[in-house]
C-alpha cells in the first residue's frame, strides 16, 4: 500500500477528505522525521517504535573487487520496533504472506 493509498482507506474510514488525510500523513510523517533528526523515539503504544540509531565506521568488502577492503563511513539509521499489538496481528500470517 502506498501513501495515496493509506490516504485513501483513511479518508474513507474516519469520513474526512482525501486531502485532510493526505495533508495527515505529510504532516505525520514530517513531525517523525523531525523527532529522530533531534534524536528522539516516536512511540505509538501497540503499534511500534520509530528510533535513530547510530551504526559507527566500520571495515567492509568492496563488492565490485571482494580483495578490496574499504572504509565505510559512520551513519545514523531510521529504525522501527514493531509493538506487542502489530507483532500479535502478524503472527499467524506466515502462510499467507
Known amino acids: 500500500m502506498n501513501k495515496a493509498k493509506l490516504a485513501e ?3 474513507e474510514r ?3 477528505s482525501k486531502k485532510q488525510a493526505e495533508d495527515f500523513l505529510e504532516n505525520f510523517v514530517e513531525v517523525v522525521k ?3 533528526v533531534k534524536g528522539e523515539e516516536v512511540t505509538l503504544a501497540g503499534f511500534g517504535t520509530f528510533m535513530a540509531k547510530f551504526r559507527g565506521s566500520r571495515m567492509g568488502v568492496n563488492p565490485q573487487n571482494p580483495s578490496q577492503r574499504i572504509q565505510v563511513p559512520a551513519v545514523t539509521i531510521p529504525k522501527f520496533k514493531a509493538g506487542k499489538n502489530l ?3 502478524l503472527k ?3 502462510q499467507t504472506v
Do not use: F, M, P
Open 9 to 11: 482507506v483513511l479518508a
Open 14 to 16: 474516519t469520513g474526512i
Open 34 to 36: 523531525e523527532s529522530l
Open 87 to 89: 507483532k500479535d496481528a
Open 92 to 94: 499467524n500470517t506466515a
